[in-house]
């Protein structure tokens, strides 16, 4: 099948010295195990995830040689121990560099979207920031209505800025035609966001989250991600203590909080393309920040594996009904017996992923504020 995706011409194999054989990985390691673009493309048949790298870091005003993040992030994720024989892995290497910047952008869309038609789940190695507009145009190209979840100490929407890293979210958010059905961002630093841009993405009835608000109550990220099928990652949302690299603010998320928002998007059953970006290895310090990476995409497969337990809300038998009524308003709660995941029902008769607190507003006869931003949404 890989053959037949035609996306060869857009890739260099992996970097020799990462692989099983050369690098000297033990049984059970995930170098060991994943399947690598050497020589031939790999079978990606009964493939779940697959590895690309794009080192395009001219977005952000770097040089076009910085090419080796990536790689350096392999070596950590294959170092790890593979706990999750249930998924198998591939990697295609990195996306060829363009002659500019929307060379590379096609090259990446025309990869990840022929990824993700085939039921694969692409994980885009950066790169700077602004690759995730190559990462939403694979979407796009194909008419596709999503939902995309950033996380981010920063909210790229500065119009009057010359690098695309901090004005790239312009085009995603309002470019037209549209496809994004809707918006989060999650642990932006509001000191280092200009009130405005908050007060437009209110009125796009885009939802916002503040990093303390999100170390507060982190399990309330997991509804909001459930429904995305693009996940960004920037490591600037990382605070320098758990992230050497990530330069912008002492504050952020720890790297534990980093790893559970990752876990929540493996669980999603809709997330299927997952980019982390800003990584800069001269940045780093032995290398900690790759480590911290390496340690997120394998909390992305644990979740995924976490997730493939749940049942379909049409198999009523595996999830526990609750009928109730908030402001006059008569509704449904399930909760899976398999996972402790809830669901609360709209008018119109649709599930939308929530959470227990959600539940207990309700109970108390208050309308919970996802159900009411949903409404508004239409």
Request: with cysteine; proline share 4%; glycine share 6%.
């Amino acid at each position: 099948m890989s053959d037949q995706l035609g996306i060869a011409d857009f890739l260099s194999p992996v970097n020799k010295a990462f692989l099983s054989q050369d690098a000297g990985y033990k049984e059970g390691q995930v170098g060991y195990s994943v399947a690598t673009y050497e020589e031939f493309m790999p079978e990606l048949e009964d493939v779940s995830f697959v590895l690309v790298g794009c080192p395009e870091h001219r977005g952000a005003g770097i040089e076009q040689q910085q090419t080796d993040a990536p790689d350096v992030i392999r070596g950590q994720f294959y170092a790890l121990y593979y706990w999750h024989a249930d998924l198998k892995l591939a990697d295609l290497g990195n996306v060829r560099m363009g002659a500019s910047i929307t060379d590379t952008y096609a090259a990446l869309r025309t990869v990840v979207q022929a990824l993700i038609t085939e039921g694969k789940t692409v994980i885009i190695l950066g790169g700077s920031h602004d690759l995730t507009l190559a990462q939403y145009q694979a979407y796009a190209s194909t008419r596709q209505l999503i939902e995309a979840t950033c996380v981010d100490a920063l909210i790229d929407l500065q119009p009057d800025a010359i690098l695309p890293v901090e004005h790239f979210l312009m085009e995603m958010l309002t470019g037209m035609p549209n496809y994004l059905k809707h918006y989060n961002h999650i642990a932006f630093q509001s000191y280092y966001v200009h009130p405005t841009v908050l007060e437009t993405l209110d009125k796009l009835r885009f939802d916002c989250y503040r990093v303390g608000n999100v170390k507060e109550s982190l399990d309330e990220m997991e509804p909001v991600i459930r429904n995305s099928h693009l996940f960004s990652f920037d490591i600037s949302a990382l605070s320098n203590a758990h992230s050497p690299a990530s330069t912008i603010s002492p504050n952020g998320l720890t790297g534990e909080e980093a790893c559970a928002l990752f876990r929540y998007a493996g669980m999603s059953p809709a997330v299927n393309s997952v980019g982390v970006y800003g990584y800069d290895p001269r940045l780093d310090r032995q290398e900690l920040t790759a480590k911290q990476i390496a340690q997120q995409l394998w909390y992305l497969l644990d979740g995924r594996s976490r997730g493939k337990r749940e049942a379909s809300l049409t198999e009523k038998d595996s999830f526990n009904e609750y009928y109730m009524a908030f402001a006059e308003v008569e509704t449904v709660f399930l909760q899976s017996k398999k996972t402790g995941r809830w669901w609360m029902q709209l008018p119109d008769k649709k599930f939308i992923a929530c959470s227990y607190k959600d539940y207990l507003l309700a109970s108390s006869n208050e309308i919970p504020e996802r159900w009411l931003r949903a409404q508004e949404r239409g």
